[in-house]
């Protein structure tokens, strides 16, 4: 599976993004539904309900300024399609992030709602003690009830109304 931390700087306010991607079908069934984030330093890990799922992921500082500017929360992007593997980024410095040609040739494509996706926005705790991650007591078990949107092609499955 697949993840990348980005910018949509097109929108205001600009919007914090965390994206899962599988490289296969049998990975779908695999996405995090995440309910909330964490972060320390450059870092940010990803909590479902109570429970850290996975490994800190790199976040850019300008994807910390974004979070404030997003209200304290950064939006989560599961894509619910195969995607090819994605380029290497491990050269790139962790606090300046992936930008511009070094983003994954399929992000165009998800920003015009081309992928089919489901999206959620989620509060980013931050700090080094345990009491400043602040966890989610939702806990849905499939992505219908996961997703505030359902975008692109193939949206037949959309969440419920609230």
Known sequence: MHF???VLAAVDPAAPMLIFAPEDEQEIAQLPLVTSLHRIDNEVMAYIHSAPRGIPMPVSD???EAVAGYEGGAKVVLVLQPLPRD???TFVPRAEGVTGDDLPPW???LIAQQLRTATRDVPVSAGTGVM?????LDHPHDVEHWAERIF??????QPPTL
């Open 132 to 136: 400043d991650i602040q966890i989610s």
């Open 152 to 157: 692109g092609p193939d949206s037949s499955v």
């Open 87 to 89: 380029i290497d980024t």
């Open 4 to 6: 990348t931390t980005c």
């Open 107 to 109: 992000i165009p494509a």
């Open 62 to 64: 300008a994807w910390i």
